[in-house]
């Protein structure tokens, strides 16, 4: 079981000086439960190396067991500082893609052509394609074999407008993921602020906020295994 992790390489939230990248929780809880589901794991990044962190994920109110977790371990914070550029990835190399959120991917990720076709291409040969919370705006450039949008008709979340207002960003972003799912006419589905809330549709999981996580990791095993 080969699981490949996509890590935004974008560190800058818009023009307002502050930082932003991953989120960390939304790596460590998912890296850990394909690591001990006993999967190999690769990470890749646009830009490859070092992604940057959003430094707000580093805050002690954001620190859960997985985040400890990856604190005390070495051999994962190497794997994190060298990850693969993403234009070395093949799909074929790879039974699932996830995902990790942070505001980052909207403004690298959701643009990339590589990401895009990667994403087409593993769903096209029937393997999982998983995203949690901003990162299902990678979704946005991605189409069918027909050239219709990936999410048209698909049951799917990601982080809420309200969500967005509440940490005062929605005027930042490139673009908010909720409407932007809406208008590709995906069907959008949010649980309340904050909870978990996984939406699993065919071979695309994704999930709505960094408490979903572990969801949509689990969610994304459970479809490896049948």
Known sequence: MK????????DTLGDTGRKTGFWLEEFAAPYYAFVDAGAKVTLASPAGGQPPLDPKSDDPGAQT???????QDAE??????????????????????FYPGGHGPLWDLAEDPK??????????????????????????HAKTA???????????TGFSNAEEDAVQLSDVVPFLVEDELKQLGGL??????WQPHVVGDGLLITGQNPASSVGVAEALLERLKN
Do not use: W
């Open 3 to 10: 699981i490949l992790i996509v890590l935004t390489s974008h």
């Open 65 to 71: 067991d997985d985040t400890r977790r990856f604190r």
């Open 76 to 97: 994962a914070q190497r794997l994190l500082a060298s990850t693969r550029p993403l234009g070395e990835t093949q799909a074929a190399d790879y039974d699932a893609v």
């Open 115 to 140: 990401s895009v076709s990667l994403i087409e291409t593993m769903l096209a040969a029937g393997k999982p394609v998983a995203a949690v919370c901003h990162a299902p705006g990678v979704l946005r």
């Open 188 to 193: 959008y589905s949010s649980g309340p602020d």
């Open 146 to 156: 027909d050239g219709n949008p990936l999410v048209q008709g698909r049951q799917v």
